[in-house]
């Protein structure tokens, strides 16, 4: 089993910042890639960026320069620092992780439970 532990989130004001942190955990063979992902109500689950193992990083266009994704890969740690922020970044943020549990076992993708995050105008 894997388990995916966010944490972070809350409610700043426009132009402030937070820090969101996902922990994996579990039965981690190798882990491939981790990422956040952002939702809110009627519209589906959005990339925000995501990072390889490697350390290559991909970030929607929307939060480009404002936001930078991280990872302690000897935690299995992986960290969105979000400045700048809007209020049009309010949204319920995801966690998500491509592990693979076993050496010859198929990459299997995993999610957190979610963090809200709240920007006040």
């Known amino acids: 089993q894997v388990q995916l532990v966010e944490s972070g989130g809350g409610l700043v004001q426009a132009g402030g910042s937070l820090r969101l942190s996902c922990a994996a955990s579990?039965?981690?063979?190798?882990?491939?890639?981790m990422g956040w992902y952002c939702q809110v109500p009627g519209k589906q689950r959005e990339l925000v960026a995501r990072?390889?193992?490697?350390?290559?990083?991909n970030y929607a266009d929307s939060v480009k320069g404002r936001f930078t994704i991280s990872s302690d890969n000897a935690k299995n740690t992986v960290y969105l620092q979000m400045n700048s922020l809007k209020p049009e970044d309010t949204a319920v943020y995801y966690c998500?992780?491509?592990?693979?549990?076993?050496?010859?076992?198929?990459?299997?993708?995993?999610w957190g439970q979610g963090t809200q995050v709240t920007v006040s105008s």
């Open positions: 990072i390889t193992s490697g350390g290559s990083t």
């Open positions: 998500h992780a491509f592990i693979r549990t076993r050496m010859l076992s198929p990459v299997g993708d995993y």
């Open positions: 579990g039965s981690i063979f190798s882990l491939i890639g």
